[in-house]
């Protein structure tokens, strides 16, 4: 069984490890392993939306129900962070800054297709957009080793592919579409 307070204790405690993205990765993936027990206990999943199991300095833990067919424009974490897909897919493009552009200017570098099951860790430097590319929700645990939403940070225009300032209110708004 899946228990929210039981989650963000063992995420907490794996902070402790010395290589705390490996242990955190670890545990997300048992966690996921068992795809039913996470739904059961997180709850009947809503159409979307960004829900807080836990915030602080040292570690932000998210139930994240991305609407179907959802995409969010490229974005940094400055951070590490570890992906669990418990139902659905997430289809993310990883991209990397060209040198020595003053705008930002960002290039396709790779992609990552993770589905129900899988759990995967990026690190603190990764740029990436995200897919949702089924006809229903996608159900994700995200953790991320700080603040995530007390962190400045870049997100890139679509069209142009040019940074500038991440905007958290916009994209709760288009989590709740
Ligand atoms: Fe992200």
């Not at 966690?31 to 059961?40: D, G, L, Q, Y």
């Not at 099951?117 to 991320?144: E, K, L, Q």
């Not at 870049?154 to 994209?171: C, F, G, I, N, Q």
Request: net charge negative; with cysteine.
């Amino acid at each position: 069984m899946f228990d929210r307070d039981q989650f963000v204790a063992d995420c907490q405690a794996a902070l402790g490890n010395k290589q705390a993205a490996m242990a955190v990765r670890d545990l997300v993936a048992r966690t996921v392993s068992e795809p039913a027990a996470v739904k059961r206990g997180l709850g009947e999943p809503k159409p979307g939306g960004i829900d807080i199991l836990h915030r602080s300095p040292e570690m932000t833990v998210v139930n994240l129900i991305w609407p179907a067919n959802m995409i969010i424009m490229p974005h940094d974490h400055r951070m590490w962070s570890v992906i669990g897909i418990y139902d659905g897919r997430e289809d993310n493009i990883l991209w990397r800054r060209l040198p020595d552009r003053p705008d930002g200017r960002i290039e396709a570098a790779g992609a990552r297709s993770i589905s129900t099951g899988d759990a995967v860790t990026f690190g603190a430097d990764i740029i990436h957009s995200v897919i949702n590319p089924i006809s229903r929700p996608t159900g994700a645990i995200h953790v991320y080793g700080g603040d995530l939403f007390g962190t400045e940070r870049s997100e890139w225009d679509p069209a142009s592919l040019e940074e500038r300032a991440y905007d958290t209110d916009k994209v709760r708004r288009m989590f709740k579409r």
